[in-house]
């Protein structure tokens, strides 16, 4: 069974929830799991979120189209609803904001026909649960500069990196609120080496106690 306790943050009211452990992600091995399922689904938790990280982007980015990775589409509406209150920028000639979930396959994000439109000649704001070794949002990057449209920016609700191909990744938490976070490739994983178990496998779903 997975223990979770919560961090105090630098930014918002929504609480951290973490568990220390040794944990498989499909990239990397990490020493903490974050759970985000609150920031998702719950309807408090996720307004607030939505709420602060908006404010990295008010007035300063139009946004047209919100591509919503890692289940974040409640997040996205809310994201969207901030986003279109008085005093916030937008080029939008419809004053109202996209909210798209991408589709998957082994290599690439896929927008079908009916949603392209939503992206192509579009700012499009990538939202993710988590950016923790920036794979998956190079992924969709270069979604985006396929299907036309142009990156409005990178927001996630736990970030580990900075920037990714040169955009700033936007957080509500960061590493700053887990200083001892550590992240590693599997082959050169420190717990596999002394032997340590896997507590969990860990996605933008949530967890699998092994």
Known sequence: MI???KLPVSRGKAPLRVARGHFATNHSHINYYIDITFNKSRLNEAKETARELVSHFINNTPVDTVLCL???AVLGAWVAEELTRTGFQTINAHQTIYVVEPEYNSNSLILRDNLQQMVRHKNVLVLMASCTTGFTAKRAIEAITYYGG?????AAIYRNVDEVEGYPVRSVYSIDDIPDYESYDSRECPYCKKGVKLDALVNSHGYSAL
């Open 70 to 72: 890692d289940g974040t």
């Open 3 to 5: 223990e979770l306790f």
């Open 150 to 154: 142009e990156v409005a920016g990178i």
